[in-house]
């Protein structure tokens, strides 16, 4: 039995079998830890042990700092508070629920400094979706937003095993800041073992049950030491800002561990929406933005009403990086977006470029500490221009809780990521789909990706999303929904002049069949175009026409 600081063996209970791990490398010096570590020591603590307690840390709305020192001190009283009033013991399940706030912040550190392992939930989330997470995760302790407490309370009786919830964003003598208060600054953190559970992080976006990914207390720091170090190359004079929620892994990283790791500041926002980000960008000055291509789109089409002047580094991921979004927001900034792949299961960012290596089209190659290959269907890696299944290796990986889908993450040692990519002859990784998002059409296989980049390049074209609609005589045709920008007029004419657009753009038989105008396209919480629904829509339309005939 190795070293454990869980009492609470839930977690350790739940991992995988072993032989299902996927290999983990530890090869870069930076990543060499010892087998004790508490992430939140190792942030906090050792960021004032460097002498960086009076620098600001967090930042927010009206002026809102805290500095390492006030963060620390917070997020020391919050654990007390779980240990002491709140019965927490190490290795315990605490459900997470805010907007970004610096409260949120200070509860995730507080958590991790208990020896707790922290659930974070987006805030969209609805009584069902909290239910399936605090039951799979077995949470016992919740700290949520009063504001966003109403769903949860609705879960509260199909979750037997939350005994205690607290609140924080509230006056109330029992919420968590007046708790907090009345404790000392002072705490000892747990002394977790460097494989100790740091925090499950459900999956988004798709169908079926979320899945847990489960991440040690090593890995949240291994990620700061590898995309960071190589590729973002982030100062301690930065502020970091953007919009993904902390409950997202991406955000987790980008919006907090990252700019603590090096000393930075953190603009944390409620409401970034794209809309909401440029005005707090120019408002604080702040200097790197972490978001998703959607959100860079949107600003650069409204950018000359905005000052983006302070920025100097943006980081997109989610979802692939259409070219003419990557060109949009160059010629509204000057800024080469550094585009990366990242997933729950990996944590963070695995495939990436810096600003000089920018390739239009492509997501980068594999950031030092991992390896990527695209793999045929026996798991053989594919030669050059072949379009196969994306497959990785570094210091994080996949270990879901308690889960039959570990086996299809994770194959040979390799994570599986679902997606569909090749290899240029250059070595740049170029993204073609996820693996169900390939359309089949008369025999082709079409990445709906690259049609929905042709048509972004189009002047018309707002936002899109294309997939495989059933047809009686193809079989499957390629369908585009589209959003055109104000001013243009949707019909035959627009259909017509889209189509051959993209015919223009990429081979000529991957154009859109059918055209359909929408107001809106369906997005996941984190920005991500579940083509799934238009999927689903497209298959219902079919079955609809095929009764109405009969
Ligand atoms: C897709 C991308 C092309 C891809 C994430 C950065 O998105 C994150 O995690 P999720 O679990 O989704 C993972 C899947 O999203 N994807 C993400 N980034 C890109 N596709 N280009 C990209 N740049 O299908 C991947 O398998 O929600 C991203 C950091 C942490 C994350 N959790």
Redesign the pocket.
Known sequence: MTYTAHIDTFARDNLPPRAQWPNFLFELPELQYPERMNCATELLDRALERGWGERRAILAPNGFVWTYRQLRDEANRIARVLVEDLGLVAGNRVLLRGPNSPMMAACWFAVMKAGGIAVGTMPLLRAAELTKIVTKANVSHALCDARLVDELAKARPGCPSLKTVALFQTDAADGIEALAARKSAEFTDVPTAAEDTALIAF???TTGEPKGTMHFHRDVVAVCDCFPKSTLRALPDDLFTGSPPLA???GL?GLLLFPLRIGAATLLLEKASPDALPAAIAQHRATVLFTAPTSYRAMALQASRADFASLRKCV??????PAATRALWREATGIEII???????M???FISHDEAGAKPGA?GKPIPGYRACVMDDEGRPLPPGQVGKLAVMGPTGCRYLADPRQTNYVRDGWNY???AYLVDEHGYFV?QA?TDDMIVSAGYNIAGPEVEAALLAHPAVAECGVVASPDEERGTIVKAFVVLKPGNEPGDALVKALQEHVKSQIAPYKYPRAIEFVSGLPRTE?G?LQRFQLRQLELQRAHQRASGAA
Do not use: P, Q, V, W
């Open positions: 999956t988004s976006g997202f892994t991406f990283g997109s991921a989610g979802e692939a990086l585009d990366g792949i990242g997933s729950t299961e944590l963070h960012i997501t990521t679902g997606d993204y996820r984190t991500k």
